[in-house]
T-cell receptor
Framework: AQTVTQSQPEMSVQEAETVTLSCTYDTSENNYYLFWYKQPPSRQMILVIR??????QNATENRFSVNFQKAAKSFSLKISDSQLGDTAMYFC????????????FGTGTRLQVTL | GAVVSQHPSRVICKSGTSVKIECRSL??????MFWYRQFPKQSLMLMAT?????????EQGVEKDKFLINHASLTLSTLTVTSAHPEDSSFYIC??????????????FGSGTQLSVL
């Protein structure tokens, strides 16, 4: 079974600063996807960034980037130039590539961006 | 982008009644839909996986007779909470997966339903 661990229940960052959220996972499989989802107070799940395990290059989406270390099974999210609108719960998630796969979520990190 | 519509967004019901939540994929065919439950300040917990035209697969500890899931078409799945009790009060979210070979690249989420049982 796959597991996803987020060891930081809460994080705080000042506006315009950079913050890194940690995520580790455990799997014996080789082909999978990793995601970071944002859940603001509206509770809508928003995809922030996706990484395909077979790609060595780290994914980036504007101010969001990941540090994907496959051998270490680590998948951290870096948010640059933090904005007040980044305040939310952030979930790391994992899914195998097969059609019978299910998305496994970490416990989440609550990020607060302050002035 | 693909949209998943979930209704109602909020429902309040009396203890003992049943509540139906709908999840529709608006512009794609969803072969698989997932139903999650989320308690305050916690992560999403998968309740069940439903594939179009077949019975849902429930996660361990989830009562299938209490949480009835129907996925009769490629665009609609429903979750019915039967004989609801206050402990069933929670936020329920659906997620849909499309037909493509790389469908797991992106799963689409509904906006969630807050169920409050009095």
């Amino acid at each position: 079974a796959q597991t996803v661990t987020q060891s930081q229940p809460e994080m705080s960052v000042q506006e315009a600063e950079t913050v890194t959220l940690s995520c580790t996972y455990d799997t014996s499989e080789n082909n999978y996807y990793l995601f970071w989802y944002k859940q603001p107070p509206s509770r809508q799940m928003i995809l922030v960034i996706r990484q395909e395990a077979y790609k060595q290059q780290n994914a980036t989406e504007n101010r969001f980037s990941v540090n994907f270390q496959k051998a270490a099974k680590s998948f951290s999210l870096k948010i640059s130039d933090s904005q007040l609108g980044d305040t939310a719960m952030y979930f790391c998630a994992f899914i195998l590539t097969g059609t019978a796969s299910k998305l496994t979520f970490g416990t989440g990190t609550r990020l607060q961006v302050t002035l | 982008g693909a949209v998943v519509s979930q209704h109602p967004s909020r429902v309040i019901c009396k203890s003992g009644t049943s509540v139906k939540i709908e999840c529709r994929s608006l512009d794609f065919q969803a072969t698989t839909m997932f139903w999650y439950r989320q308690f305050p300040k916690q992560s999403l917990m998968l309740m069940a996986t439903s594939n179009e035209g077949s019975k849902a697969t429930y996660e361990q500890g989830v009562e299938k007779d209490k949480f009835l899931i129907n996925h009769a078409s490629l665009t609609l799945s429903t979750l019915t909470v039967t004989s609801a009790h206050p402990e069933d009060s929670s936020f329920y979210i659906c997620s849909a997966r499309g037909l493509s070979q790389k469908a797991n690249e992106k799963l689409f989420f509904g906006s969630g339903t807050q169920l409050s049982v009095l």
